[in-house]
T-cell receptor, first 112, second 115 residues
Framework: NAGVTQTPKFRILKIGQSMTLQCTQDMNHNYMYWYRQDPGMGLKLIYYSVGAGITDKGEVPNGYNVSRSTTEDFPLRLELAAPSQTSVYFC???????????FGPGTRLTVL | QKEVEQNSGPLSVPEGAIASLNCTYSDRGSQSFFWYRQYSGKSPELIMFIYSNGDKEDGRFTAQLNKASQYVSLLIRDSQPSDSATYLCAVNWKKMKTSYDKVIFGPGTSLSVIP
């Protein structure tokens, strides 16, 4: 049981480049979340999904896009990367509305 | 704007003492409350969750919830150096009459347990 997996672990982007952060869970969870964590700060919610085909904005959605075509996958797309998007990105999933979240190992992104 | 507030710390306690971590939230409709521990460079890991007013104990950890005051706390008894980490408070927020349910985190409190 792999839980929540994220790829890549590390990435360096140049300003203006685009990339997709991958997130996959094998627990058949309905809810999936993307957070970013800046150094010394808490987690900020970017986007979340309550099921395949259903997504909603979080606290800091600007500059990002998501899709949820399957229960397992919830990719996060960065268009036109900016230095302000340098952060650690965590994906998480949970089964139901009152259940706990399980986190992936994170992706450390640097935009130069 | 739904908000979760925590004392940023750092909080330093001697080994064996009680560490008290506090969290307030702005949304009266929140139903689920979570405490996560995060070591430097690692993912958050769940310590406790609480849904009902009152206290909930699990080993050395006690979570306390007061919905009227919109206040959640975490007590760590007999603190150990291995408890040194950042503690994140998280609160769910659900849109009325929908399945939309998001979890918002506070900024975290850094705890240092001194041997």
């Amino acid at each position: 049981n792999a839980g929540v997996t994220q790829t890549p672990k590390f990435r360096i982007l140049k300003i203006g480049q685009s990339m997709t952060l991958q997130c996959t869970q094998d627990m058949n969870h309905n809810y999936m979340y993307w957070y970013r964590q800046d150094p010394g700060m808490g987690l900020k919610l970017i986007y979340y999904s309550v099921g395949a085909g259903i997504t909603d904005k979080g606290e800091v959605p600007n500059g990002y896009n998501v899709s949820r075509s399957t229960t397992e996958d919830f990719p996060l797309r960065l268009e036109l990367a900016a230095p302000s998007q340098t952060s650690v990105y965590f994906c998480a999933s949970r089964q139901g509305a009152t259940d706990t979240q399980y986190f992936g190992p994170g992706t450390r992104l640097t935009v130069l | 704007q739904k908000e979760v507030e925590q004392n940023s710390g750092p909080l330093s306690v001697p080994e064996g003492a009680i560490a008290s971590l506090n969290c307030t939230y702005s949304d009266r409709g929140s139903q689920s409350f979570f405490w996560y521990r995060q070591y430097s460079g690692k993912s958050p890991e769940l310590i406790m969750f609480i849904y009902s007013n009152g206290d909930k104990e699990d080993g050395r950890f006690t979570a306390q919830l007061n919905k009227a005051s919109q206040y959640v706390s975490l007590l760590i008894r007999d603190s150990q150096p291995s408890d040194s980490a950042t503690y994140l408070c998280a609160v769910n927020w659900k849109k009325m009459k929908t399945s939309y349910d998001k979890v918002i985190f506070g900024p975290g409190t850094s705890l240092s347990v001194i041997p």
